[in-house]
């Protein structure tokens, strides 16, 4: 009689422990598809690899970088982003529909297997800098669907992918993987083009450390101080966490620092002799972009075909008109020399 309790007991704790895996959900631990399992052993890089998320609003385009066998990160892939929503520029407060600008890091625990737009990350806005500024906003979001109210929304299918690497390289022992979230590629012509915009000086913080990024092919190590971000060399110890508003300290001597600030100064004479010889930017705000292969399939097909293509139908895209006058229109990327290499 015990034995038959015993056995009784068993079975009901396994099925107890099955539980979260008893309503077909399986959302969360779908697979990297193969064909990008080939991409990456192409590249040099495994499923194991850290990561690094790089955002363009301007351009809708949301690029994966994986660390190869080199040590240094190697684009992986780059994905069309179907909605955004607010203008350029960061997010400053609770409501404004902004989608953020800035460098986050986005551990396991804000991967949600369980999102109403099929997966997520939460970007971690406000970081310690947006706090220390006085920031508002939560629930900032990278998605599927076709909808944003200040996210990031990529499709299922998208989304899907990108969680599927996030889950794996956190999986292996990766911490947290840094999220690169940018107005627009941080170009000579870019930068021309918008210099009449009132965040420009925070923008030209941000290309800091995208600099140099480009210059050691590793995430930088992103810190603050005297209300701005403060980057070093990510293959260096991080520096210990300051007070964001403190002054900032005299930057120490680096070769990576000193060849991220020689491309910054040959950019900015590229950026001057740019703005000499074309107009800069007015676009009206209609509320956020869309990339334009999804542009081009609401326009022709409407909101309802575009909502099953990213969601199966089940989310509608959010605000079809505004997306349609996107004023940031499809541009061919302006990937910088060496992008691409392992």
């Not at 990297?32 to 052993?41: G, K, N, T, V, Y």
């Amino acid at each position: 009689m015990n034995l038959l309790r015993l056995a009784f007991l068993l079975c009901l704790s396994v099925l107890v422990a099955g539980c979260a895996n008893m309503d077909g959900d399986d959302r969360g631990s779908i697979p990297i598809p193969q064909r990008l399992m080939q991409e990456m052993a192409a590249k040099g890089m495994s499923p194991d690899d850290p990561i690094m998320v790089r955002i363009y609003k301007q351009e809708s385009e949301l690029e994966v970088w994986k660390r190869t066998t080199s040590g240094r990160y190697a684009l992986l892939k780059t994905y069309p982003l179907c909605r955004w929503s607010g203008k350029l520029g960061p997010k400053t407060r609770e409501g404004d529909r902004q989608a953020p600008e800035g460098f986050y890091t986005v551990s396991r625990g804000q991967l949600n297997s369980r999102s109403q737009y099929y997966l997520s990350f939460n970007l971690g806005y406000p970081n310690a800098l947006e706090r220390a500024l006085g920031y508002s906003g939560s629930a900032l979001m990278v998605h599927g669907a076709c909808t944003s109210a200040g996210c990031y929304a990529m499709t299922n299918d998208g989304v899907g992918e990108v969680y599927a690497l996030a889950r794996e390289a956190l999986a292996a022992g990766q911490p947290g993987f840094q999220v690169q979230s940018l107005p627009f590629r941080m170009s000579p012509a870019n930068l021309a083009e918008h210099r009449a915009n009132p965040n420009m000086a925070y923008w030209r913080n941000l290309k800091e450390g995208t600099d140099l990024f480009a210059v050691t092919r590793v995430p930088p190590n992103v810190s603050a101080c005297g209300g701005r971000y403060s980057f070093t060399p990510g293959t260096q110890p991080p520096p210990p966490m300051a007070d964001p508003l403190a002054p900032c300290p005299m930057p120490m001597a680096d070769a990576a620092l000193m060849a991220a600030a020689s491309k910054q100064a040959q950019d900015e004479q590229s950026i001057a002799a740019l703005s000499a010889s074309r107009p800069a930017a007015n676009a009206s705000y209609v509320d956020g972009g869309m990339h334009q292969s999804f542009r081009d399939i609401l326009r022709r097909s409407g909101a309802q075909k575009l909502a099953a293509m990213t969601s199966g139908g089940k989310v509608p895209v959010s605000e079809p008109t505004a997306a349609l006058a996107d004023p940031y229109r499809g541009t061919e990327p302006e990937y910088e020399e060496g992008d691409t290499a392992n």
